[in-house]
């Protein structure tokens, strides 16, 4: 068996599907041409007229011919992403063998709670389900259905009796389901929690010759059989600190200001806009998981005059990035990003991982980028964005619970002055440029240098775009050595550093000392599950990488054995 990592959200019905459609036009005429790049194989078909690609895993199970079972499991809250409706209507054109599971645990959303509790489930979605759910009718499956005796054999009245016993559906204009009108074949609602009639009709449906996309609506209870998870479903996705810093600079803001409103895509108790939702119920929009959704309706609340908050895990945003590029920045309207989850995240793994909002945020026109070094400075960046009304901006923070700042007055954070850095601590011929939360790291490895007479400037960037070139050029003037340091993807703040010391002429100029820089970011790879700890590590970003690195660019390779 081979199982295919639909790790995001709503990709599991495209990915079932873009494996079993060569089997399926396998009978029809097809001309197959495979080649192989970039260490994945892909397959060339060109059907009435039309060119499609579909990509393959190297493995070879899926060959031409083979007889394979596909099986996609979706959840309610995925179902309510554009993605899968595009794949279901794909599936149900191409009336493809695959089996459709909708795992319904009646929250349409991870498990979200308000201050108040679990979360009531929202969207059009949440209320068809509910009608599938409590529907008395039967119905049965199409053509499959038409011919169950013929197609099953055996004890066909018993099976047909209990297939149609699941055969429910919800009565439109025209007697068919939603998702019949989309081409599937529904059989539902299953009691997920009764193994032997699951069993039943998966054995059942996987028996029928054709019978084409089949949709199982399968009803659950989230956490069923774990005490902890049935009665705290919020609990098994933990809060952190931060997320109540950022939280309660958003509800001061909006308390003088009416026009401050807040997005989130489903996860009001992750980016702390829970607390928002409950003083403001009004104002806070929960889109549910359509990121792509999200920042465009947020993009048209900005282009009507208001302020909108737009509240996304870094690793959830890149779902929407083709909307921030267009429909935010190319328009430059202030919508402004709070990216939640930036950098490592612990045992959230490498699917939640924020590695690359540094890079590609930056990269557009428009777009303020900015990151705080604790929950201090996350509120000053928070005030920042809140004051700007001409362009759209971004500050990221990282799953932590902070470090114990010295918290602003009444939680009110001061407006920054933009593109401008700051330096933390002073030292000579070193100097480590750091990029967000990561300065901590930059702040000890300075302190543990200083027993080996190691003297280390540390800067604090705080912003990406635009630059400060002028804490650069002061940086690379008055030092040896400068390290940019950063918790995010090569291509990233060291790379447009560099470009800066490139044109500004200063990596060849006439400098008291020849400039080395040295860029230290995260490896090329995904980081595994792990302590905060132990990944930073993993990616040689920990305060004792920082400091092996400097005295190795001072040639003290003996004392950098100190630090293992």
């Known amino acids: 068996m081979m199982l295919f990592g639909a790790t995001h959200s709503s990709t599991s019905i495209s990915a079932g599907l873009g494996k079993i459609i060569l089997n399926t036009f396998s009978e029809t005429n097809v001309n197959i041409h495979i080649f192989q790049k970039a260490g994945q194989q892909f397959s060339m078909f060109s059907i009435f007229g039309y060119k499609k690609l579909v990509a393959w895993q190297l493995q070879g199970i899926y060959l031409l011919g083979k007889n394979n079972s596909i099986i996609s499991v979706i959840g309610d809250g995925a179902m309510t992403s554009g993605q899968a409706y595009e794949a279901m209507n794909n599936a149900g054109f191409l009336d493809a063998n695959m089996i ?18 679990p979360a009531t489930p929202v969207g059009a979605l949440s209320s068809a389900l509910s009608k599938i759910q409590a529907s008395t009718k039967f119905c049965k499956l199409r053509e499959a259905a ?20 699941y055969a429910r559906h919800m009565i439109s204009g025209s007697g068919s ?45 989230k956490g069923k059989g774990y005490p902890r998870a049935e009665v705290a479903a919020n609990k098994m996705h933990g809060e952190y600190r931060t997320l109540f810093y950022f939280a309660e600079s958003l509800i001061k803001e909006a308390e003088i200001d ?27 929009f929960d889109v549910r998981i359509v990121e792509q959704h999200a920042v465009t309706f947020a993009a048209g609340l900005a282009a009507e005059g ?13 779902r929407g990035y083709d909307q921030v590029v267009h429909d935010v920045d190319l328009q430059k309207l202030p919508v402004q990003f709070a990216m939640d989850r930036a950098g490592l995240v612990g045992p959230d793994g490498p699917t939640h991982c924020g590695a690359f909002d540094i890079t590609y945020m930056a990269c557009l026109p428009n777009m303020v980028v900015m990151a705080p070094s604790d929950e201090a400075e996350l509120m000053h960046m928070f005030a920042t964005a809140a004051a700007m009304d001409d362009r759209p901006s971004c500050f990221r923070f990282s799953r932590d619970s902070g470090i114990g700042a010295s918290l602003p007055l009444n939680n009110n954070g001061t407006p920054l002055e933009i593109g401008k850095g700051r330096i933390l601590r002073q030292g000579s011929r ?17 302190q543990m240098l200083k027993p080996v007479d190691v003297s280390v ?13 002028d804490i650069i050029k002061l940086l690379s003037m008055e030092h040896e050595f400068l390290l ?24 060849e100029g006439p400098l008291k000392f020849f400039l080395r820089w040295r860029p230290m970011v995260l490896p090329d790879k995904n980081i595994e599950h792990g302590s905060p700890q132990d990944q930073t590590e993993e990616a040689g970003l920990s305060s004792k990488n920082i400091a092996k690195t400097i005295l190795s660019l001072l040639k003290r390779p003996k004392e950098a054995l100190l630090f293992k």
């Open 100 to 117: 459709i599971i909708l795992n319904d645990n009646k929250q349409v959303s991870l498990p979200t709670a308000t201050i108040d509790g």
């Open 146 to 165: 038409k011919g169950i005796t013929k197609q099953i054999g055996g004890k066909t009245h018993q099976v047909a009796a209990k297939v149609e016993e």
């Open 177 to 221: 389901t939603l998702f019949e009108k989309l081409g599937l074949y529904y059989i539902g609602p299953v009691d997920g929690h009764n193994i032997e009639d699951l069993i039943t009709i998966f054995e059942k449906v996987k028996a029928m010759p054709a019978p084409g996309p089949t949709l199982i609506h399968v009803v659950t209870e």
């Open 258 to 284: 009416n026009k401050i409103v807040a997005i989130q895509a489903t996860m009001g108790g992750r980016t702390g806009l829970n607390y928002f939702q409950k003083r403001f119920p009004d104002r806070c």
């Open 306 to 318: 208001f302020k909108p908050f737009c509240a996304i895990y870094s690793s959830f945003l890149q």
């Open 430 to 446: 070193v100097a480590i440029l750091g990029y967000g939360s990561i300065v901590q790291q930059c702040l000890q490895a300075a």
């Open 457 to 469: 400037t540390v800067a604090d960037t705080r912003f990406w775009k635009p630059l400060d070139t």
């Open 484 to 507: 940019t340091v950063e918790e995010g993807s090569i291509g990233g703040f060291g790379s447009h550093v560099s470009y800066f010391l490139s044109i500004a002429g200063i990596l």
